[in-house]
T-cell receptor, first 115, second 112 residues
Framework: SAVISQKPSRDICQRGTSLTIQCQVD?????MFWYRQQPGQSLTLIAT?????????ESGFVIDKFPISRPNLTFSTLTVSNMSPEDSSIYLC????????????FGSGTQLSVL | KQEVTQIPAALSVPEGENLVLNCSFT??????LQWFRQDPGKGLTSLLL?????REQTSGRLNASLDKSSGRSTLYIAASQPGDSATYLC???????????FGKGTTLSVSS
């Protein structure tokens, strides 16, 4: 099973600033997913990041607000830009297990609070 | 649009009880369904995955069933323990290689 390291685990940020979240996987994976979990809500997919191509964003999420990098098959970053208190959430990265048993593995999440 | 609902939202039981968590989804044309456990500060752990062609999966004290035609899944936990206290999430994939659609979860508390 994949082991995912996600950093930072938590952060408190000021309104208007940006935070970059890192996700490192111990094996090469094709697809990486970024989710957001707002307080009391279910996980919502932000975007799918494949190496070598632009990330695909879900409805309601845009690249200017949540730019994603995927420089190789083991690493991705998600930036939360120009933050507001409404961005306070848990952000999680996820990868699909290999070989194709299709279980998803998740990082431990980043708890973000915006003041 | 696929929607996933979990009931109850919260459940408290004494240690040793058997319990059932429920999950329903609006579009029965799913590819697979997964049950996860979420612990604070530890992300999500995949518990069981059921393919659309399967009816149930078992792992230890956990048993998950799937009735695709009625859009329902249940997670059965036998002989509950305080260590089972966590939030349990149900999620479906509509197609292979697509991201999951999650329910809001059931928060379970098992008292000793």
């Amino acid at each position: 099973s994949a082991v995912i390291s996600q950093k930072p685990s938590r952060d408190i940020c000021q309104r208007g600033t940006s935070l970059t979240i890192q996700c490192q996987v111990d094996s090469q994976v094709t697809m990486m997913f970024w989710y957001r979990q707002q307080p009391g809500q279910s996980l919502t997919l932000i975007a799918t990041a494949n190496q070598g191509s632009e990330a695909t964003y879900e409805s309601g999420f845009v690249i200017d607000k949540f730019p994603i990098s995927r420089p190789n098959l083991t690493f991705s970053t998600l930036t939360v830009s120009n933050m507001s208190p409404e961005d306070s959430s848990i952000y999680l990265c996820s990868v699909e297990d290999l070989p194709r048993n299709e279980k998803l593995f998740f990082g431990s999440g980043t708890q973000l609070s915006v003041l | 649009k696929q929607e996933v609902t979990q009931i109850p939202a919260a459940l408290s039981v004494p240690e040793g009880e058997n319990l059932v968590l429920n999950c329903s989804f609006t579009d029965s044309a799913i590819y697979n369904l997964q049950w996860f456990r979420q612990d604070p500060g530890k992300g999500l752990t995949s518990l069981l995955l059921i393919q659309s062609s399967q009816r149930e999966q078992t792992s230890g004290r956990l048993n998950a069933s799937l009735d695709k035609s009625s859009g329902r899944s249940t997670l059965y936990i036998a002989a509950s323990q305080p260590g089972d206290s966590a939030t349990y999430l149900c999620a479906v994939a509509n197609q292979a290689g697509t991201a999951l659609i999650f329910g809001k979860g059931t928060t379970l508390s098992v008292s000793s």
